[in-house]
């Protein structure tokens, strides 16, 4: 990696009341940041900085007050992505102390959405839309208890269109919280496309004040500007919420980043939303930030930032131990097996239509949206509008394939997907990102939760693949032959290992990798199936020979193979990629009809947010600890 250089927080008293200047220093170290974690937010950051800035130094009181004094001003960011330019933020206000910035996206760092176990954080973000409504909540509470200080709640123009936002203006105006400012970070672009192109928004302005809100209009990175419209806010009634629309540029202060140069270099595609940028680019991009920030500050100090003291790649492993390395990620991409299948479906069966909720990039079916626009509709940021949409595209004979992040669609639309079912309708649900890895976003983008969500459900089958051929063949199972709805679990991220199956999947069966006289352990998808080949393969070294079977089919089972492949064993463990209820552990005690010891292996507690060998580490899911967890287990199991 090449070298890295951080502003350190006593630079920032010598900037002064230069609030483009803070925010230019504040978008160095962000830079740097991400940079250091190998992924994380730029864009979004980098639009919401002036923003930031002119909040914290000079609008609220919390930088005076403190950030546990009742009578302070709170403000957090809704769309919670742009949060590492808050802690660059923060870092220079000197809340959040270095060693700690250069770890975000790491174990015991900064999580890669906002965690209010950080200093300076008010809240915590998830699925879009939230936090207005959580905002409300503060400011209607400030008021009740006699307390001073406004409640400002960033939001992104795309996040606009998650319908929570309209009933919180709805229910502000109505219950007149007037200490409820929002602030639109109105950038134009969501993801990687134009946020007209997505989803317009219309006269934005006009349907604000149309749902009772004071509107101010300004430019986001015009510091006079915005100082007149806080001020019109404060002066405004004090019954009324107040909203700035705030003109930005996503990926401001970098010419190759902001996003009119950037669309088109990307021919009409924004690639600087997500993801760390390569030396080269991030070479570029810290000397233009530095050069300008010199024209104002010229002997301004840089620190060099210390070696990581472990590789930082989201996508690497560790060595295992015992005397042996892991194997090294693989190109393979069930994401994109997925997304290629998807594509000869939809040219096979005119029936099907894909649904995409603003993700067509990570869930891989911009293919479907290219060379067939008539088959792919994109709804925007609205995952139970998406899928009550698909209900109804069902009840006219349509086979519609939903996609979204795991952790929003089976979630957010739970009720929308029960009523679907309800209506004996097929669905095919794309359930992406599902699982702990990668870990470094956070609580908010980890789905450890969905399958006891739509396990719970009639007529949904579960499935999660184990590499790129039993994605490509369940997904043709779930088009071609499926009598009900189904869920596909999909890694997001590279397979630690390709994974040789002997076979096409069979209802409800599993798939033995490794056979030993051992104990019997069962996993799904690439990231756990890799983990459980690593524990065998430890314990074989201590003369343990685990048996390994990959288990796709998550709440349907081949009764016939339950009772001969796992009635018959005393005890069984499960490495859940999931929370140890509501798993396939749960699914398998449930079929059984012996006396066999089911025990799961899962994320237990809140999942971890770092490096996916950091995060698997954390849980003991890693496949040494997992050896050492079944010895245990084992010794146990002897001695009673």
């Not at 200080?149 to 795309?158: I, L």
């Not at 009634?237 to 202060?253: E, M, Q, S, Y």
């Given at each position: 990696m090449t070298e890295l250089r951080l502003i350190p927080p006593e630079e920032?008293?010598?900037a002064g009341d230069d609030l483009g200047?803070?925010?230019d220093m504040c978008r160095a170290n962000a830079l740097v940041a991400v940079k250091r974690a190998g992924s994380g937010h730029l864009g979004s950051s980098f639009s919401a900085l002036d923003i930031v800035v002119h909040l914290l130094w000079r609008e609220l009181n919390v930088a005076e007050l403190g950030w546990e004094h009742p009578d302070r001003d709170v403000f957090f960011s809704s769309k919670g992505h742009d949060v590492p330019g808050l802690y660059a933020a923060l870092n220079a206000l000197g809340v959040i102390p270095t060693e700690r910035l250069l770890r975000l996206r790491r174990l015991g760092g900064l999580d890669g959405h906002p965690d209010v176990g950080v200093p300076g954080i008010e809240a915590n973000s998830g699925s879009l839309g939230m936090g207005l409504s959580k905002g409300r909540g503060m400011a209607w509470a400030k008021r009740h208890l006699g307390r001073g200080?406004?409640?400002?709640?960033?939001?992104?123009?795309?996040e606009l269109q998650e319908g929570q936002n309209w009933e919180a203006f709805a229910s502000a105006a109505h219950q007149g919280v007037g200490n409820l400012w929002a602030i639109v970070d109105r950038n134009e672009l969501q993801s990687d496309r134009p946020t007209e192109e997505i989803l317009g928004l219309g006269d934005l302005e006009a349907k604000l004040r149309a749902f009772g809100c004071h509107v101010e209009v300004a430019d986001g990175h015009d510091h006079d500007a915005l100082a007149a419209a806080f001020a019109a806010m404060r002066a405004a009634?004090?019954?009324?919420?107040?909203?700035?629309?705030?003109?930005?540029?996503?990926?401001?202060?970098v010419s190759f980043m902001e996003h009119p140069i950037a669309l088109r270099e990307g021919g009409g595609t924004y690639r600087w939303h997500a993801g760390a940028p390569d030396d080269e680019s991030f070479t570029r991009a810290h000397d233009e930030l530095v050069e300008r920030i010199r024209q104002r500050l010229p002997e301004v100090k840089l620190e060099p930032v210390p070696p990581l003291d472990e590789r930082v790649s989201l996508e690497g492993e560790p060595e295992s131990g015992a005397g042996m390395r892991r194997a090294a990620v693989s190109d393979e991409y069930v994401a994109a097996a997925y997304g290629e299948e998807l594509l000869r479906l939809v040219e096979e069966h005119p029936e099907l239509v894909v649904l995409d909720a603003d993700l067509a990039s990570d869930c891989r079916v911009r293919g479907i949206e290219l060379e067939q626009p008539s088959r792919f509709i994109e709804v925007g940021i609205a995952e139970q509008d998406m899928v009550s949409m698909a209900?109804?595209?069902?009840?006219?004979?349509?086979?519609?394939?939903?996609?979204?992040?795991?952790?929003?669609l089976a979630s957010r639309a739970n009720e929308q997907i029960y009523n679907q079912a309800s209506e004996r309708t097929k669905v095919v649900y794309a359930l992406h990102y599902a699982g702990l890895i990668p870990a470094g976003p956070g609580k908010s983008h980890q789905s450890v939760r969905d399958i006891s969500l739509l396990g719970a459900l009639p007529n949904v089958t579960i499935v999660q693949p184990t590499n790129a051929e039993e994605t490509r063949a369940l997904l043709r199972w779930a088009v071609e032959d499926a009598d009900e709805s189904v869920a596909v679990r999909l890694a997001i991220g590279p397979s630690p290992r390709r994974v040789e199956l002997d076979s096409a999947p069979v209802f409800g069966r599993g798939t033995t990798l490794r056979e030993g006289d051992g104990p019997t352990l069962l996993a799904y998808g690439p990231v756990m199936v890799h983990e459980a080949l690593v524990a065998a393969e430890t314990l074989a070294l201590r003369g343990v020979q685990l048996r390994v079977v990959a288990m796709p089919w998550l709440n349907r089972f081949d009764t016939e193979w339950i009772a001969e492949e796992i009635g018959t064993l005393e005890e069984v463990f499960v490495l859940e990629d999931h929370a140890p209820v509501g798993g396939l552990a749960d699914g398998l005690r449930r079929a059984l009809d012996t006396h066999t010891r089911v025990t799961a292996f899962g994320v237990e507690g809140w999942p971890a947010c770092g490096t996916p060998p950091e995060a698997l580490r954390a849980h003991e899911l890693d496949g040494v600890s997992l050896a050492v967890r079944i010895e245990r287990a084992l010794a146990v199991a002897v001695e009673t």
């Open positions: 920032f008293e010598r200047l803070l925010a200080g406004v409640v400002v709640v960033m939001t992104g123009d795309g009634r004090d019954h009324v919420p107040k909203v700035l629309v705030a003109n930005t540029i996503k990926g401001r202060g209900a109804g595209l069902a009840r006219q004979g349509l086979l519609p394939v939903v996609n979204s992040f795991a952790s929003f």
